[in-house]
């Protein structure tokens, strides 16, 4: 098995930065691929930011695409990401989750773990 526990989330201004961190325990031999989904109220969870196994590839949602950052420290096996000139429709909870695959993965029906979440909320 393989635990994913994020932190960073909080409450901050719009226009606001927030680094958020996905670190990794257990069997994590066996995941490779990351990936940041949200969570809004009423809403279903979608796609935030995807990163190989390596970190040498990344993929966006278009909706954060030049204001997010996905990134990864194997070594330490974490993840982040780096939220900048946040707005209030990033208001959500944020999941990290993990894959056994060596690419970026996007779809949300391919991850094997997931986190419990950190809440962000963006006032404005």
């Known amino acids: 098995q393989v635990q994913l526990v994020e932190s960073g989330g909080g409450l901050v201004q719009a226009g606001g930065s927030l680094r958020l961190s996905c670190a990794a325990s257990?069997?994590?031999?066996?995941?490779?691929?990351m990936g940041w989904f949200r969570q809004a109220p009423g809403k279903e969870r979608e796609f935030v930011a995807a990163?190989?196994?390596?970190?040498?590839?990344?993929y966006y949602a278009d909706s954060v695409k030049g204001r997010f950052t996905i990134s990864r420290d194997n070594a330490k096996k974490t993840v982040y990401l780096q939220m900048n000139s946040l707005k209030p429709e990033d208001t959500a909870v944020y999941y990290c989750a993990a894959d056994r695959s060596l690419g970026v993965v996007i779809s949300i029906t391919s991850y094997d773990y997931w986190g419990q979440g950190t809440q962000v909320t963006v006032s404005s």
């Open positions: 990163i190989n196994w390596s970190g040498g590839s990344t």
């Open positions: 257990g069997r994590t031999s066996s995941t490779t691929a």
